[in-house]
């Protein structure tokens, strides 16, 4: 099953929530996302499953991935939302998809962003006390040793 | 087999004077205690990642560790002697360590088995939750076995090593106690932690 039909029908429901149209994924803006993630989540397209929820630091910009998966359809569907990197903030999808709580309790811990309403806001892996999230791009500590070769690399 | 050899090489005999004919032996306190360190070396139950899965087979019929007298893994670091830091420290286990390590009785020795406990090993660039090497949390190692992870002749060899250590004429030294790096974890290591003044005060 293609992307484009299921972008068809989201852009039907809901005009100008669509950012942009990528090959894989579909990015939408922040504010429709509960409004989308409930029509996704209902009878027409039945995607049941939250399957993977995954932070991107593009260096402007930091992403949210969100990786859904629809049993009756079998399909993927590969859901993002574009975030300022200064205070990232989105709603939590915990309502709709109980496995969205550890998730993004991951992305929070790694990259920093603040998922409102969450029911248990905590860092999941890393201690308490940090103050800051290792996988941004601009992450330093006296004990960290970025490998040279890395240090070129581009996100 | 090597490690037999080298095993019955260490043997209690040199501390012995046998009487000719007689029922009688000969030693010194001294050595008798050393002996008797030196060849019931109890390991503690702990192991950190893959490190440890080669540790239970050292443990197991194959290689046997127990004929070196050192099969008796403790599961309470109060009846153990030495920590066998077996796998990749991370800055939240460190912590643990640190306090096992202080609950371990003197005289106590930390054998660092694999790369990751001598010195970071593959994590040692690009990590953010790894501590490079056992040294780092201010634990002073004995042996330092290295190997990614060490076969389990590597590890026997290190118990014969440090028995060697403990049985050394000279008597043995503990290794130098560098400080705790207080950048590790961003000082989460090192703050100041109610349950640690409780034991000192004990002690």
Sequence with gaps: MDLAPL???????????????????????????????????????????????????????????????SFKNRFMLTLKVFLPRENPEVETLTKFWRSADWLER???????????????????????????????????????????ETQGLKG | MAINDKAAALSGEKFMEKFPGGEVIMTKTEDLFKWARGSSIWPLTFGLSCCAIEMMATGASRFDIDRLGS???????RQCDVMIVAGTICVKMGDCMKKLYAQMPEPKYVIAMGNCAVGGGIFYHDTYS?????????????????????????????ILLLKQKIESPEGYKHPPLNPANPNIGGGLLNKENPSDKKEEKAS
């Design chain 1, 7 to 69: 972008t068809q029908i989201v852009r039907g429901k809901f005009p100008d929530s669509i950012v942009e149209e990528q090959s894989t994924a579909l990015v939408i803006k922040k504010e429709f996302l509960l409004k989308i993630a409930e029509f996704l989540k209902g009878e027409e397209l039945l995607f049941e499953n939250m399957h993977c929820i995954s932070g991107v630091d593009r260096k402007d910009k930091i992403e949210v991935v969100y990786h859904l998966y």
């Design chain 1, 106 to 148: 991951e992305v929070f811990d790694l990259f920093g962003v603040k998922f409102l309403n969450h029911p248990d806001p905590r860092r999941i892996l890393n201690p308490d006390e940090w103050t800051y999230y290792p996988l941004r791009k601009d992450f330093t500590h006296p004990e960290f040793f970025p490998k040279a």
């Design chain 2, 71 to 77: 099969g008796v893994f403790r599961a309470s670091p």
């Design chain 2, 130 to 158: 790894v501590v490079q090497g056992t040294e780092r949390l201010g634990i002073p190692v004995d042996v330092h076995v290295i190997g990614c992870p060490p076969r389990p002749e590597n590890l026997l060899n290190s």
